[in-house]
């Protein structure tokens, strides 16, 4: 039993007289509560056998054996409680146990016992009280336990400070873990940038590390994964869904905000963080990725696991026959794009032209781009409609001559009627294509009724009829026509002679000398007329500048100069009584 030091115990017991409480004594003094209440005790039946003062000295071994303890709650003794002890609450119980089942908080329920009960000790009581009414035990976890090659469970996290070789500082990547459930073994690997393809990728990767694959995969609902949550129907990201198609594996997306469903990556990636990342710093991807290899392989997977109390390693050699066997050919990555059917029965990709029958004109497919093929599906069911190899050649056409449409639409009349404006030949050449090539030869046709806004509709004339001439039915043929008759063209007038221009004083639009001089006359009379006001004008200023004259004064002596004419005088008197009008 632990005894308190004679100092100490004078300091309490000083305290306690002073009837100071014990969590005041606590905190001065250090002690535990409990040590505090025992002599508290203990000084309580001291006084009961044998009134008078006890003194610290007095205190003998026996007196600082504490009492023996009450039995256990729900126990046959009855309970001993010291009445110091006791809450001053406790009376009020039931009625403070169905307000806190109502929801109110401490300081509603101590005014309330003030106001009807007389309550006489202090806030802190109620709400130490309150505070013990409302524990709840902590969250119970089970521990799930897994078959070898079940399960495996990934995750994203943080890695470790690296130079980013864009920006030149320091970054974070991205660190992609992947758990095997049975044995906790990991493959961890750090990216830059992640993507549907990236996602994919790393779980290849991570298969491949590992030997095998696990029946079905746990994350959780990031986009590079889970394009829309569900618990029971979760739409998966095309490519990720293929990917695992491919090797068989099952997808298991966890409840939102549920992060316990796969917390064995959640501690693989705390593990990872806290113990071989922490505080270094890496200057490549690959120096991190080297750095995680080594440290999986000599520390990490020769660790005995808390749980297990066993070595990772070791289980993992016992799982790893019960993973299923790899595929013998690694999964091919794509590209999945939903593109509209033309009314040729074809699709564009990437400037090229594929069939897509029997998807009907107008609907909406799915293609899927891989390196060296076309894969088109429909978007609903994802069934496979046509496979075609990837054409390099932009403007290509990949679609068999029984399956192309001849009968003409109304886009096929349009662009008739607009090469009948521009000419006969053209609308002969744009009707040959299409009874050659059916409805795909209009893209051709749309070229050729095109060259006419950039071009004069004569030179595109007559490039059409030099290609019927020549037998050569292609739009590249005529827009090579229509370039070269156009730049000959403009070599011709830049050739041609230009006529001097010369000065001439004699002209049918050059007035006489006369006319100009009554013209500035009637200006200075008007101007006096109105006071010499420099703000004044003349009304007949828009008809001069009207007739191209120029009403800017010159050395000229109005009093002078000639009579006007007579038709002059009548212009000008005309328009004086427009403007009085």
Request: hydrophobic fraction near 35%; charge should be positive.
């Given at each position: 039993m632990n005894v308190l030091k004679a100092h100490l115990q004078s300091t309490?017991?000083?305290?306690?007289?002073?009837?100071?409480s014990q969590r005041e004594i606590q905190r001065l003094t250090g002690v535990d509560r409990k040590t505090i209440r025992r002599y508290r005790a203990q000084r309580a039946g001291a006084e009961?056998?044998?009134?008078?003062e006890v003194t610290a000295g007095s205190a003998s071994a026996e007196d600082q054996i504490p009492p023996p303890r009450p039995p256990a709650f729900g126990g046959s003794g009855a309970t001993v409680t010291s009445s110091l002890a006791r809450s001053a609450c406790e009376p009020h119980r039931t009625w403070i146990e169905e307000q806190v089942r109502l929801k109110r908080n401490a300081q509603a329920i101590y005014q309330d016992l003030v106001d009807q009960f007389g309550f006489p000790s202090s806030y802190q009581s109620v709400k130490r009280f309150v505070r013990t009414l409302r524990h709840k035990d902590p969250a119970q976890f089970y521990r799930l336990e897994f078959l070898p090659g079940e399960e495996a469970?990934?995750?994203?996290?943080?890695g470790a400070l690296t130079i980013d070789p864009k920006s030149g500082r320091y970054r974070r990547p991205r660190l992609f873990v992947m758990t095997l459930r049975y044995s906790r073994r990991s493959f961890r690997r750090v990216v830059w940038q992640s993507s549907q393809q990236v996602w994919a990728q790393l779980h290849e990767e991570a298969?491949?590390?590992?030997?095998g694959v696990a029946s079905y995969v746990v994350l959780d609902n990031l986009k590079e994964g889970v394009l829309k949550p569900d618990l029971y129907e979760p739409e998966l990201n095309p490519i990720y869904s293929a990917m695992l198609a491919h090797y068989g594996v099952v997808a298991d997306p966890a409840r939102v905000a549920d992060p316990n469903r796969k917390g064995s990556v959640e501690n693989a990636i705390q593990h990872t963080q806290g113990t071989a990342l922490a505080g270094r710093r890496f200057e490549t991807l690959e120096a991190q990725n080297e750095f995680l290899r080594h440290w999986e392989e000599n520390w990490a997977s020769k660790r005995?696991?808390?749980?297990?109390?066993?070595?990772?390693?070791?289980?993992?050699q016992e799982e790893k026959p019960h993973l299923r066997p790899l595929p013998v050919a690694p999964f091919r990555m794509f590209t999945e794009v939903v593109r509209t059917v033309c009314d040729d029965t074809t699709?564009?990709?990437?400037?090229?032209y594929y069939a897509a029958r029997p998807a009907p004109i107008g609907c909406q497919v799915v293609v899927r781009i891989y390196t060296s093929t076309i894969e088109i599906r429909d978007r609903h069911t994802h069934a496979l409609l046509r496979i075609h190899p990837r054409m390099t050649h932009p403007g290509s056409v990949v679609l068999p001559t029984n399956e192309r449409p001849f009968n003409p639409s109304r886009q096929t009349a349009v662009l008739l009627a607009?090469?009948?404006?521009?000419?006969?030949?053209?609308?002969?050449?744009c009707q040959h294509m299409f009874d050659a090539e059916g409805r795909p030869g209009q893209r051709a046709m749309w070229g050729i009724v095109g060259l006419s806004r950039k071009y004069p509709a004569r030179l595109v004339e007559q490039a059409c009829a030099h290609a019927i001439?020549?037998?050569?039915?292609?739009?590249?043929?005529?827009?090579?026509?229509?370039?070269?008759?156009?730049?000959?063209?403009?070599?011709?007038?830049?050739?041609?002679?230009?006529?001097?221009s010369q000065l001439t004083q004699d002209h049918p639009l050059i007035r006489a000398p006369a006319e100009y001089g009554d013209l500035f006359s009637r200006a200075v009379r008007h101007e006096a007329g109105n006071g010499g006001q420099p703000g004044a004008r003349d009304d007949r200023a828009p008809a001069i500048r009207a007739r191209g004259v120029c009403a800017t004064p010159t050395s000229f002596d109005a009093t002078s100069a000639p009579a006007a004419p007579s038709h002059l005088k009548l212009e000008t008197q005309a328009h004086d009584d427009h403007a009085r009008n």
């Amino acid at each position: 039993m632990n005894v308190l030091k004679a100092h100490l115990q004078s300091t309490v017991l000083t305290l306690l007289d002073r009837n100071t409480s014990q969590r005041e004594i606590q905190r001065l003094t250090g002690v535990d509560r409990k040590t505090i209440r025992r002599y508290r005790a203990q000084r309580a039946g001291a006084e009961a056998n044998s009134p008078g003062e006890v003194t610290a000295g007095s205190a003998s071994a026996e007196d600082q054996i504490p009492p023996p303890r009450p039995p256990a709650f729900g126990g046959s003794g009855a309970t001993v409680t010291s009445s110091l002890a006791r809450s001053a609450c406790e009376p009020h119980r039931t009625w403070i146990e169905e307000q806190v089942r109502l929801k109110r908080n401490a300081q509603a329920i101590y005014q309330d016992l003030v106001d009807q009960f007389g309550f006489p000790s202090s806030y802190q009581s109620v709400k130490r009280f309150v505070r013990t009414l409302r524990h709840k035990d902590p969250a119970q976890f089970y521990r799930l336990e897994f078959l070898p090659g079940e399960e495996a469970q990934v995750d994203y996290g943080e890695g470790a400070l690296t130079i980013d070789p864009k920006s030149g500082r320091y970054r974070r990547p991205r660190l992609f873990v992947m758990t095997l459930r049975y044995s906790r073994r990991s493959f961890r690997r750090v990216v830059w940038q992640s993507s549907q393809q990236v996602w994919a990728q790393l779980h290849e990767e991570a298969f491949r590390y590992f030997g095998g694959v696990a029946s079905y995969v746990v994350l959780d609902n990031l986009k590079e994964g889970v394009l829309k949550p569900d618990l029971y129907e979760p739409e998966l990201n095309p490519i990720y869904s293929a990917m695992l198609a491919h090797y068989g594996v099952v997808a298991d997306p966890a409840r939102v905000a549920d992060p316990n469903r796969k917390g064995s990556v959640e501690n693989a990636i705390q593990h990872t963080q806290g113990t071989a990342l922490a505080g270094r710093r890496f200057e490549t991807l690959e120096a991190q990725n080297e750095f995680l290899r080594h440290w999986e392989e000599n520390w990490a997977s020769k660790r005995i696991h808390g749980s297990t109390r066993r070595q990772v390693e070791a289980m993992f050699q016992e799982e790893k026959p019960h993973l299923r066997p790899l595929p013998v050919a690694p999964f091919r990555m794509f590209t999945e794009v939903v593109r509209t059917v033309c009314d040729d029965t074809t699709v564009r990709v990437d400037s090229s032209y594929y069939a897509a029958r029997p998807a009907p004109i107008g609907c909406q497919v799915v293609v899927r781009i891989y390196t060296s093929t076309i894969e088109i599906r429909d978007r609903h069911t994802h069934a496979l409609l046509r496979i075609h190899p990837r054409m390099t050649h932009p403007g290509s056409v990949v679609l068999p001559t029984n399956e192309r449409p001849f009968n003409p639409s109304r886009q096929t009349a349009v662009l008739l009627a607009n090469a009948g404006r521009i000419g006969p030949q053209t609308r002969a050449l744009c009707q040959h294509m299409f009874d050659a090539e059916g409805r795909p030869g209009q893209r051709a046709m749309w070229g050729i009724v095109g060259l006419s806004r950039k071009y004069p509709a004569r030179l595109v004339e007559q490039a059409c009829a030099h290609a019927i001439s020549n037998g050569i039915f292609r739009y590249k043929h005529v827009r090579a026509t229509v370039e070269r008759l156009f730049a000959q063209a403009l070599e011709q007038v830049e050739d041609a002679p230009q006529p001097a221009s010369q000065l001439t004083q004699d002209h049918p639009l050059i007035r006489a000398p006369a006319e100009y001089g009554d013209l500035f006359s009637r200006a200075v009379r008007h101007e006096a007329g109105n006071g010499g006001q420099p703000g004044a004008r003349d009304d007949r200023a828009p008809a001069i500048r009207a007739r191209g004259v120029c009403a800017t004064p010159t050395s000229f002596d109005a009093t002078s100069a000639p009579a006007a004419p007579s038709h002059l005088k009548l212009e000008t008197q005309a328009h004086d009584d427009h403007a009085r009008n």
